[in-house]
């Protein structure tokens, strides 16, 4: 191989390479020395000089070598053996003479090399100081023992390693629970549609729209008529969304009171519509279902829901819902309509539609009147069908589909809009229906002396006021002797002895006598139906269908069915049956308004309490017989609720749904950790 020419060599024995390309094994470019070693190393010399220089410089590195092993302890020395990196650095005498300086100019003692320095080897072995007289049997132990060493610093480093994995692992459990603590909290209290005190608006791609609630009242809707394979609409509803078994509505069983019962919370004695038709002492008029009587604020003793809305800002639509035309306390929803008994179904559908379609929050300002978030709708055809032909004929099927049809043309205009997930959805009921017959009529004069009667308050309730304050203990007289004889169709309490569970007393416009007959009863007056004489011609009694019956009646009950953003839960959820009065705590919440204190104490989200079953529990065996009352205890009459009991109510159910939400997280992130441990304890090498 040829070989390019370099310079000559004055001695052979000179270390000066050879060959330019190729560097010494002790080249100056990559080892420390001082002036004496460079001037030996380029000076030519024998073999007897360089043995002599070279020894001198291996007794000067034994000496120091001695030296160090007398302070190395024996965790040192075994990293000195195994670890080559931390073998024995070599110093020489222009190193030692600078860091001298250094130290001196820092503050240390004359002829101290300062600081240890990394690289150094007493550095790596600055923990231990050894004892000379027992150094070479502790050297011995720790090689010996240099392979349990080992397996100890790998599994301390794993352990290091797994409880830095598990801290940070557990460091996002946190704070994935804290995140999810906050808005369960959230939507506890605003039903998740309302963040940092603001409406959240949602998108159906074309406009935006705040939290919206649709809430239609089937008024004389009986719960079972869901089970007649006749409302494919509401049943399927009741598959996507969350509703009870039934409803129970509140005492007595009637509209009027029912309905302004849903839009304030309060039971009707304590929003003041204690029926259909009732006399009111303090002004000395009575109450009928007449449009110039029923648009008279003055009978109204409470706010309703939509009066509450508008003056937090959220705008109305009322449509004949009882009570809208009032103008209640001097205010009126956004849009309300006139009651129009005939207006037919599509009309409400084009009516409710319609008021989606106007324009939103991303109008201009100058727009007269934007859409509205609560849509109420009331639909009176089954109640009619129901009193007119009895809730089991053949006539009210129709009318039941009828209205189940009206339902899914809404539901279809809110799915064309792309709003089945931005609008919620509310049906109710205010009552059921119970069959009536001749053979269940009670003639009112056999009971008492109507000419002791000043006025006849509700049907087919009906509440006895006296014409003098005297003829009051005479006519419980009567009553008390002569109501043993209907005593397997009527009940007769005074004000004062009324069940506690009808919330029925404290009220003045409450009759102080109350002829209450039982489900499929009624009570009737001779100018209007002859008892004996019906029996003997056999004249069939109308109405064929009756309300107003005890409230807890299996005939009486009532439906609820919700779906929408406000209500998240599983499809096809059951509820608890509960009391409409809890009916205006979830619709406020639906729209993020705070409700006035009421009765009611259900709060979003709602707790389900399973699904449903294949066979609903509402089924009514026999509805054409009436069945015995039965009263439940008694209990106390609450108080007209104050802010502050609401206020606690409600925050008793938040609280409770948060711990039910705490109690399930918890549970699921100790069986995901556990897993991840044994998985990660089976991963370690034995």
Not at 44 to 66: C, F, G, M, P, Q
Not at 108 to 113: F, T
Not at 349 to 361: A, I, N, Q, R, T
């Amino acid at each position: 191989m040829h070989q390019r020419p370099g310079p000559p060599s004055p001695n052979l024995l000179s270390p000066t390479p050879r060959d330019e390309d190729v560097a010494s094994l002790r080249s100056l470019s990559e080892q420390e020395s001082d002036s004496e070693d460079d001037e030996v190393l380029r000076a030519a010399r024998s073999t007897l000089e360089i043995a002599r220089h070279d020894r001198t410089v291996l007794e000067e590195e034994e000496e120091t070598e001695k030296l160090l092993v007398r302070k190395q302890s024996p965790a040192a020395k075994l990293r000195r053996i195994f670890s080559p990196s931390l073998g024995p650095v070599r110093i020489g005498k222009k190193e030692r003479r600078r860091r001298r300086g250094e130290a001196e100019a820092f503050g240390y003692p004359r002829g101290s090399n300062g600081p240890y320095r990394e690289g150094d080897l007493m550095f790596e072995m600055e923990e231990g100081v050894g004892d000379e007289d027992s150094d070479v049997s502790s050297l011995s132990s720790a090689v010996a023992d240099s392979k349990e060493f080992d397996d100890w610093q790998y599994r301390r480093s794993l352990d290091r390693h797994r409880w830095i994995r598990l801290s940070l692992v557990f460091s996002a459990i946190i704070i994935l629970f804290l995140l999810l603590l906050l808005g369960a909290y959230k939507a506890s209290n605003t039903g998740g549609i309302h963040r940092g005190g603001e409406k959240v608006l949602l998108s159906n791609g074309t406009a935006l729209f705040a939290p919206t609630t649709i809430l239609i009242s089937l008024d004389g809707f009986r719960a079972d008529y869901l089970d007649r394979h006749l409302t494919p609409t509401l049943n399927s509803l009741v598959a996507q969304g969350v509703s009870p078994p039934y409803m129970t509505p509140s005492f007595p069983s009637i509209t009027f009171p029912n309905h302004y019962t849903l839009v304030t919370g309060l039971y009707p004695e304590s929003h003041g519509v204690v029926a259909n038709d009732f006399w009111d002492p303090d002004l000395n008029e009575e109450f009928k279902i007449r449009p110039e009587v029923v648009t008279d604020a003055k009978w109204y003793q409470a706010e309703p829901l939509w009066n509450t809305a508008e003056k937090q800002g959220v705008r109305s639509a009322i449509h004949m819902w009882p009570g809208s035309e009032a103008h209640i306390g001097n205010m009126d929803p956004t849009f309300w309509s006139t009651f129009n008994g005939s207006e037919p179904l599509p009309k409400k559908v084009s009516k409710v539609l319609g008021y989606l379609d106007l324009p939103g929050e991303e109008s201009e300002p100058d727009v007269e009147k934007l859409r509205p978030q609560f849509i109420a709708l009331y639909v009176p055809d089954v109640d009619r069908a129901g009193h007119k032909f009895g809730p089991n004929s053949t006539e009210i099927r129709k009318v039941i589909s009828d209205a189940d049809k009206m339902v899914a043309d809404i539901l279809e205009g809110l799915e064309s809009r792309n709003l089945t997930n931005i609008v919620n959805i509310v049906v109710v009921s205010d009552h059921g229906m119970a069959t009536t017959s001749t053979k269940r009529t009670i003639q009112l004069e056999e009971m008492v002396d109507l000419d002791l009667i000043e006025h006849i308050d509700g049907w087919p309730l009906r509440g006895l006021r006296p014409k003098r304050p005297e003829d009051l203990r005479i006519i419980k007289q009567q009553l008390a002797e002569r109501a043993k004889n209907f005593s397997h169709g009527v009940e007769v309490y005074s004000r004062e002895a009324m069940p506690a569970r009808y919330h029925f007393s404290n009220n003045d416009r409450i009759a102080p006598v109350w002829v209450i007959p039982k489900a499929g009863w009624a009570v009737v007056e001779r100018p209007d139906f002859d008892v004996k004489e019906a029996l003997e011609k056999n004249i069939v009694y109308r109405p064929r269908g009756i309300h107003g019956y005890d409230n807890e009646h299996p005939l009486m009950r009532a439906i609820f069915i919700a779906r929408g953003p406000a209500f998240p839960h599983a499809p096809n959820s059951r509820l608890e049956a509960f009391q409409n009065i809890e009916v205006y705590n979830i619709i406020c919440d639906t729209l993020g308004v705070t409700p006035l204190p009421n009765n009611g104490t259900l709060r979003l989200p709602l707790k389900p309490i399973g699904l449903h079953d294949n066979e609903s529990s509402s089924k009514i065996e026999h509805p054409d017989v009436a069945p015995s009352t039965t009263m439940s205890p008694s209990r106390p009459v609450p108080e007209r609720p104050s802010p502050k009991g609401e206020a606690d109510g409600k925050q008793a159910n938040s609280s409770q749904s948060l711990w039910e939400k705490f109690k399930h997280t918890l549970e699921s992130l100790k069986k995901w950790a556990g897993q991840l441990l044994k998985s990660k304890q089976g991963s370690r090498p034995s």
